[in-house]
């Protein structure tokens, strides 16, 4: 059987896959983005609340200033300090300075904005204090009344801490659903996927399931639209390569025929010739004749038979329950007259007293035996023994043709199953084609064949040698 | 004997002729089924030797209408078609005997002498191997003119082996043959027949061998040896 041609990795991608990476790429984008928009509007509103908070402080603090005699006076007790100063998560400082700049109290590292602006207005802006970020609130106090012109500046600063905590509390509650969404829209994609691309598998599995030899078309019902022209194609392809199979089928069927008459006739007008007074050269001439008509009635017959039990014509050889220890018998017994010319002893073992049955065609089985048995004794010296072997392991049957002939080499077994492959040096009748049926038979019965050695010879110089062991497997006989 | 050949393949049909004459016969030749059909409505033949892959008329159809006019002419075909249909087909519609080319001469002239023998003397017939004779209808065994004395058992085994001479006959066939006399028979029965039988038939040139794990084998020695 062929093996199926290595499928470049380049393009070996799957569909599904290309589609869900794609889809949850962008999903993914699409969730980034919105998170990073949500985490500056989170922030944005955490600080909206915080600011007016921190504005309260600024004046409260102002509340606190007077100009008495043109000098700023702050009248601030240690526990409204504290109080001001306390917070849970945050470090508060201020400072206030007078309108010449000069700070009046508070922490001097605190530095004026860099806008200006209006004496009476607040402005919040960001800045850093020591190391920390902080959002500083800055309130332009006007003086009232006195001979200082101008405001007093009172700046009110805040580490960030509760505004971000804040901000990362509302994009968890916000971000939880969105990767659940995510999640969620992922799972649905991905069923939805595996939903759609059913058909296919489908289709893959129906395909997987036929027999090699099954070229009909394959069915465009079900299949989705659009692989739809994709079939129609191959149910093309497949009724051209029908087409094409099914002509050289007859093809070598009716040469195979054709080829007969004439050969019958070459044989019977050389068998009548032998049997006239002839010179002995005409005699080994006619002679020769005699058997190459024979080797060739025998190829023609093989090939034949390779032609029938090709692939595609199991519909001609259907499968059933073939008693496999009588078919092997009769077939065996067939052959006995034959060995005997030879003076070759063959005989039958059978390793359990009950009849082994599989699942096959006895025609094809029946040419397989043939074919093994008649190698057998082509190949096995005159006084040899040969011995047909069923057995029964688990659930296989072990169909095995041991004789003590010239054997094998080890590394020809394998070749031995092709196609008009002849072993080296023989002068056997094989044409080279009988192994080959057989391992064609074998496959289609799913059996497999392997060769061993066989039963010693020891030949005129007292050399000993192995013959062949051919060993076929039914895997599973009494099932399907 | 008048025999008749139908084939279209010249070179064959001349072969056949050829032989069949040398072997004693008077043959005529058709060399298409129109020919054939109007030789075997003229002429009546003990035998006829028809292929099947034939010009203007195939021999199926020959053989259709030479059974529907009542004709029981012995008729073995001999073709090219191996088919299993073609021979069911053939069986089915009256043929005596089918036979795949090619086919060996010798093999034909058994078959030949066997089909007119069947026609003309129906189940009576002596069945012959070496020296010894097997008298079918009444049952009776003779070797070199002298009869053997053999029970009715050993008498069974003996015809099974005699029809099928030179072919192995298994165990079972012969336990059914046996069996048709009464009572049961135990394991081996068969081997206590066959070890008796051999000893009485010694003196024929014939020998029963056993085939191992099929059953026994009835040949002619001087055959074998030779």
Known sequence: ?480 | MRLLVVEDDKILAEGLQAALTQAGYAVDHAANGEIANVFLQQTSYDLVVLDLGLPKLDGFEVLKRLRSRGDKVAVMVLTAQDAIESRVKGLDLGADDYLIKPVNLSELEARVRALIRRGKMGANISLVCGDLVFNAADKRASCGGYDLLLSTRELALLEILMHKQNKVVSKEQVLESLCNWDDELGDNAVEVYVHRLRKKIAPASVQIRTIRGLGYLLENVKKSSH
């Open chain 1, 1 to 480: 059987m062929l093996k199926s041609p290595p499928i470049n990795k380049a393009s070996h991608y799957s569909l599904s896959g290309q589609l869900l990476l794609w889809l949850m790429l962008c999903l993914f984008i699409i969730l980034s983005v919105s998170s990073l928009v949500s985490y500056s509007r989170a922030y944005h509103f955490a600080n909206l609340a915080y600011d007016r908070a921190l504005l309260r402080v600024a004046l409260a603090l102002a509340d606190q200033v007077d100009v008495v005699n043109s000098k700023v006076v702050i009248d601030l007790p240690e526990i409204a300090k504290d109080m001001l100063q306390y917070d849970k998560d945050d470090y508060i400082n201020y400072r206030i300075s007078a309108p010449d700049g000069s700070i009046v109290v508070g922490n001097p590292e605190i530095t004026p904005p860099k806008i200006a602006f209006k004496s009476g207005t607040h402005l919040y802006y960001d800045d850093v204090l020591g190391n920390e970020e902080v959002r500083v609130v800055a309130y332009a106090l006007p003086v009232i009344n006195s001979e200082l012109k101008g405001s007093l500046l009172i700046q009110v600063a805040e580490t960030r801490t509760k505004r971000e905590t804040m901000a990362f509390e509302i994009i968890e509650e916000m971000l939880i659903p969105q990767i659940m969404i995510m999640l969620v829209t992922a799972l649905v994609i991905f069923l939805s996927i595996k939903r759609s691309l059913l058909p296919l598998n489908q289709l893959r599995d129906s395909l997987a399931k036929r027999s090699h030899e099954d070229l009909s078309p394959v069915a465009t019902g079900s299949a989705p639209q659009e692989i739809t022209p994709l079939l129609n194609e191959m149910n093309d392809l497949m009724l051209r390569v029908k087409v094409g199979v099914d002509f050289q089928k007859t093809f070598v069927a009716d040469a195979s025929h054709q080829l007969r008459t004439p050969i019958a006739a070459l044989q019977n007008q050389v068998e009548l010739a032998l049997r006239e007074p002839v010179s002995e050269q005409v005699r080994h001439g006619l002679e020769n004749i005699a058997v190459s008509t024979k080797h060739l009635s025998r190829l023609v017959q093989q090939l034949l038979t390779l032609a029938r039990i090709e692939p595609g014509t199991e519909g001609h050889y259907p499968f059933e329950e073939v008693n496999l220890t009588r078919l092997v018998q009769a077939v065996t017994a067939e052959w006995v007259p034959r060995a005997l010319k030879k003076s070759i002893d063959l005989g039958f073992e059978a390793e359990s007293g009950q009849d082994l049955v599989i699942s096959g065609n006895a025609f094809m089985l029946k040419e397989m035996v043939s074919n093994l048995i008649d190698n057998a004794i082509c190949y096995t010296p005159n006084g040899g023994v040969v011995t047909v072997a069923l057995s029964q392991k688990e659930d296989n049957a072990t169909l095995q043709i041991i004789d003590n002939g010239i054997g094998i080499a080890h590394d020809q077994q394998e070749l031995v199953f092709n196609r008009f492959y002849r072993v080296e040096d023989s002068d056997g009748e094989g044409c080279g084609l009988g192994l080959a049926i057989v391992k064609e038979i074998a496959l289609a019965h799913h059996a497999s064949i392997s060769i061993q050695d066989g039963l010693p010879y020891s030949d005129a110089g007292g050399h000993i040698t192995y013959g062949t062991n051919v060993t076929i497997d039914f895997k599973a006989y009494d099932q399907q």
